[in-house]
């Protein structure tokens, strides 16, 4: 099962490869992008928290010295790597086209599999923990905030409903609990689509490790490394922004009755005004490129 890297020129570009210098591919899935920055003669550390994706990883490190691959969140990049060591990072959000190919991985709302979700599957608690262990507001709650889910509290009582006759394992026992109560109307996408994102966020922590994973990207950067983000839904955009504009600003007094004080130097310059979206003729070739947004920025050397 192979994945076909979304934004793959314009992430190589916006990190300005040179020759030699080290780049750190923080979610390394199947290796596209290392594959791409190794052939222009870049040194590549990548990251994954899916055993199968290390796997690949270690079988691309065996056949090339350039590249070594650390089975870790990429939160966890400052400790695995020194202060000011790399001359950029490059994420790319989200699951891979094998995880959500592969029924028993449980992503899918598609293909009947346990209902489990974890990227790394050796840690933390799985998807039907969370469906049968939550309370109803709360699971009404995450998959609310999670999912962008209005029905989201109709889908809870459905689901606890269910839940109280026998557990949810499967990936498909529980989408036809959710479409009882949402039926699919024609042109529309599966009444599953946002309760299954939802979970997936919540089980792996997802927009908590960006938050973490951008901080330890920057401390790692050396002076004028690029940072660079692929984004795949608004929640996932909205941290990234937010991270980069507050980096790009200068740091001003906490409060209007301390005694003034020079404001801090920003930490980051943003690169372009817009973020870079896939051209039609990729969208058109994969789907799955439509909703990506890329946003890139430069470290200035400034400590935070
Ligand atoms: C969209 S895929 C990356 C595909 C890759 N660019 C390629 O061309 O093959 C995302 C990958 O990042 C990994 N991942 C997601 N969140 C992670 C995290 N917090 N820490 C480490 N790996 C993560 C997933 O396991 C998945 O393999």
């Known amino acids: ?5 979304v934004l793959l020129k ?15 591919d923080a979610t390394f899935g199947r290796g596209g992008y290392t594959q791409a920055w190794l052939a222009l003669g870049a040194k590549v550390i990548g990251f994954d928290r899916d055993p199968q994706a290390v796997a690949e990883g270690q079988k691309l490190a065996a056949a090339n010295s350039n590249f070594r691959i650390i089975h870790a969140p990429f939160s966890q990049m400052d400790q695995h790597l020194a202060a000011a060591s790399v001359a950029g990072v490059a994420f790319d959000l989200g699951v891979s086209s094998p995880q959500l190919d592969e029924a028993a991985r449980g992503f899918s709302f598609r293909a009947d599999g346990p ?9 933390g608690h799985s998807a039907a923990d969370l469906v049968n262990q939550l309370p109803e507001d709360e699971l009404a ?6 999912g962008e889910e209005r029905a989201s509290r109709r889908i809870a009582k459905a689901i606890v409903t269910a839940r109280t006759e026998q557990p949810i394992t499967r990936t498909l026992q529980l989408a036809q609990i959710i479409r009882a109560v949402m039926p699919k109307r024609p042109g529309e996408i599966d009444p599953a689509t ?8 919540a089980v792996n922590d997802e927009l908590g490790e960006i938050e973490r994973g951008l901080k330890a990207a920057e401390t790692i950067l050396c002076p004028h490394g690029r940072l660079v983000v692929v984004t795949f839904h608004s929640l996932e955009d909205r941290i990234v922004k937010t991270y980069l504009r ?5 740091q001003g007094n906490p409060s209007r009755h301390a005694p003034m004080t020079p404001l801090a130097p920003a ?3 943003l690169i372009g005004k817009q ?14 490129a439509r909703s990506a947004k890329l946003r890139v920025a430069e470290h200035t050397g400034e400590a935070s």
């Open 1 to 5: 099962m192979s994945h076909v890297p």
């Open 10 to 24: 314009e992430v190589t570009e916006a990190l300005a490869i040179r020759a030699g210098e080290t780049y750190v």
């Open 115 to 123: 209902l489990d979700m974890r990227m790394d599957p050796t840690q």
């Open 141 to 146: 709650d995450l998959i609310y905030t999670y």
């Open 194 to 201: 946002r309760s299954f994102q939802a979970l997936r966020i």
């Open 246 to 250: 507050e980096g790009a600003a200068r």
């Open 267 to 269: 930490r980051l310059t």
């Open 275 to 288: 973020p870079v979206t896939p051209s039609k003729a990729e969208c058109a070739a994969n789907p799955r």
